[in-house]
């Protein structure tokens, strides 16, 4: 059952908004029939716009600074217009009463040099013209290849973005590269892998009862291990951290997040208020707010449209990706590269092939690049299951999530065959 989330005020019963007394009810009509020329019906609302009465706003005259000064500049260019118009007119029967008592050579010569003086402007202002620039190398657009192209299908999904879809994933590739963890257990003298594996395991279980976005999750596990990496940490402490971190991530994806008094009450109201809020400020600010973290659960959802697989072949990718949260030898590796090497072993368990052309376009990754992490995953996969940390397990192993954990793993010799080519 989803644990109940905090109460919202209610509104106390009885309260009703005051109502008018008599004199300043007249007073209002008699402002109302001073501004229009017929009151409204018994019982209907008055209308009232945002400055004045649009029935009589051609008789109302507003000054408004600076209004006068270019209706005069208007009023300056028409009669400017107006002269210059009877001028050219009266030029023109000059020119033509000169015209008819000259010879046509001399006809022939006047309009010419008419045709030249009206063409002089258009000429100066051709040449006064600056010369188009071109647009530079990293602004224009990346030509994609038909045979790869997958977002042009959701041309009308503006909420897809095709137009620069890649461009999104590509920068949040390169993002990445300001993310790289390492082994930061070595500076938690408290703390170790296991304990971190115990916090995932619990995370897991509160974003299933509050029904939370699996991007909630997985930010959530980044923004603890960036926070452990630079801040000592004592054990009593880890699940403080953990719960904040989730509280941060709630905050950043959910449309609805939790509120603080659900948090504590997952934790059991081991923690008060004032020690959940300043934990929040001081990760916020280890972090320096930069929160927006590529996880690989979006790369992972990216690749998977390249080859358009089905929703079983990516809720087993996920399952692989998830059970790589809790191994703290799976921190150091790219959001990208981890979700390339699960989709992956999703493909060959499902012998659906292996890393196709299109793949490599999108991802940038080749089958040698994503050897070694297959290598890993396929050896925490194989691994006896922990009866301790079962959240992960038997949460796929249900039927909305396809029981992709019951499956079997697929041996390691299909996967060097694979591999290899």
């Known amino acids: ?11 106390t019963a ?22 229009r020329s017929s009151s409204p019906p018994h019982g209907a609302p008055q209308k009232r716009t945002a400055f004045i009465d649009i029935t009589n706003a051609h008789k109302v005259q507003i000054s408004i600074p600076g209004r006068k000064k270019n209706a005069a500049k208007k009023q300056t260019k028409k009669t400017n217009l107006g002269s210059v ?21 001399e006809k022939t010569n006047e309009e010419e040099v008419a045709q030249r003086e009206a063409a002089a402007p258009v000429e100066e202002l051709v040449a006064a013209a600056p010369a188009a620039r071109e647009v530079p190398a990293h602004l224009q657009k990346q030509r994609i290849p038909e045979e790869f192209d997958i977002d042009s ?5 503006c ?3 095709p137009e620069y879809a890649k461009d999104i994933f590509d920068y949040l590739k390169e993002r ?3 993310f790289v963890l390492c ?48 801040t000592v940490v004592h054990s009593e402490m880890l699940q403080l951290v ?9 905050k950043f994806e959910e449309r609805s997040p939790p509120c603080i008094d659900d948090f504590l009450y997952i934790c059991d109201d081991a923690y008060k208020r004032e020690e959940l809020i300043s934990t929040e400020a001081n990760i916020l600010q280890t972090l320096r707010f930069d929160i927006n973290i590529p996880i690989p659960y979006r790369f992972l959802r990216r690749y998977a449209r390249c080859v358009s697989a089905g929703m079983d072949t990516l809720t087993l990718a996920r399952y692989f990706c998830e059970m790589s949260l809790m191994e703290m030898e799976m921190v150091s590796e790219r959001g990208s590269l981890l979700a390339s090497a699960c989709l992956l072993m999703a493909l060959v368990t499902k012998d659906l092939g292996g890393w196709s052309p299109i793949l490599q376009f999108h991802s940038g990754y080749q089958t040698s690049d994503l050897a070694p992490v297959v290598r890993k995953l396929h050896v925490m996969l194989s691994a006896p299951p922990d009866n301790k940390l079962r959240a992960i397990r038997n949460k796929y192993a249900h039927k909305v999530f396809f029981e992709v954990a019951s499956l079997p793993l697929v041996s390691l010799d299909v996967l060097e065959k694979v591999l290899a080519q």
């Open 153 to 157: 299908g959701n041309s009308e999904d």
């Open 14 to 35: 009885g309260t009703r908004i005051p109502k008018l007394c008599a004199t300043s009810r007249e007073n209002q009509e008699e402002g109302t029939q001073a501004k």
């Open 183 to 230: 082994n930061y257990m070595p500076k938690q003298p408290s703390l170790n892998p296991e304990m971190r594996a115990i916090l995932i395991d619990w995370l897991v279980e509160v974003q299933e009862n509050f029904e939370l976005y699996h991007e909630t999750l997985y930010l959530a596990v980044k923004i603890t291990d960036h926070y452990l990496s630079q």
């Open 159 to 161: 909420y897809m973005c």
């Open 176 to 178: 990445e590269e300001k």
């Open 1 to 11: 059952m989803p644990v109940p989330r905090g109460k919202k005020p209610t509104v």
């Open 242 to 250: 953990g719960s904040t971190a989730l509280l941060i991530a709630s």
């Open 85 to 105: 118009s009877t001028e050219n007119q009266a030029n023109l029967k000059k020119s033509l009463l000169v015209s008819s008592e000259g010879t046509p050579s």
